[in-house]
């Protein structure tokens, strides 16, 4: 059954340092989605991309996150400068076609900001 | 998004069926119920959804009532891998996100 993946699994950066997390969506999808949660709380909607372009996003996805479809099969969200509050899971997720579609989510990166 | 309430927290015995209930009363005529569950800190898991007929498939049945208010996921024959925080979300069909509430933690015991 085709799922999304996501790399790595974990990864542990300094503050103010960049990172990429990176996802490569189900191959038939057009949509593509990241959420993220701090542990212990809700799982938070960041942004919505498609056709290359950024279809929707939360009060979160602020000028430090930045999404990217590099390629065919990568999709792409870069911290510019992190925080410690950006530690989290990240979980991409993409659906087949657009608004209201079912969402299917990878694995989710574990963000460790010391 | 209309909002969901859902109970903290319920056990099921191994074998026997789970109820999952999902109360969205502001619910509007287009808005879709959706389930999703999570295992551990794992990636939301999509289960089922529907408008306004009860679906069923491999994983659950959705029961929604008539006046759409409230839903009930089953899961028919639980096991000890049900074990999982289960979010009912409401949905508008017009928006990309989903918003996820704090769900019911299900613990199915031996």
């Known amino acids: 059954e085709p799922e999304v993946t996501q790399t790595p699994s974990h990864q542990v950066t300094q503050m103010g340092q960049e990172v990429i997390l990176r996802c490569v969506p189900i191959s038939n999808h057009l949509y593509f989605y990241w959420y993220r949660q701090i542990l212990g709380q809700k799982v938070e909607f960041l942004v919505s991309f498609y056709n290359n372009e950024i279809s929707e996003k939360s009060e979160i996805f602020d000028d430090q996150f930045s999404v990217e479809r590099p390629d065919g099969s990568n999709f792409t969200l870069k911290i510019r400068s992190t925080k410690l509050e950006d530690s989290a899971m990240y979980f991409c997720a993409s659906s087949e076609v657009g608004r209201g579609d079912t969402q299917y989510f990878g694995p989710g990166t574990r963000l460790t900001v010391l | 998004d209309a909002k969901t309430t859902q109970p903290t927290s319920m056990d099921c015995a191994e074998g026997r069926a789970a109820n999952l209930p999902c109360n969205h009363s502001?619910?509007?005529?287009?808005?879709?119920v959706y389930w999703y569950r999570q295992i551990h800190s794992q990636g939301p898991q999509y289960i089922i959804h529907?408008?306004?007929n009860n679906e069923t498939n491999e994983m659950a049945s959705l029961i929604i009532t008539e006046d759409r208010k409230s839903s009930t996921l089953i899961l028919p024959h639980a096991t000890l891998r049900d074990t999982a925080v289960y979010y009912c979300i409401v949905r508008f069909p017009y928006t990309d996100k989903l918003i996820f509430g704090t769900g019911t933690r299900l613990q199915v015991f031996p």
């Open positions: 502001t619910i509007s005529g287009n808005e879709y």
């Open positions: 529907g408008l306004k």
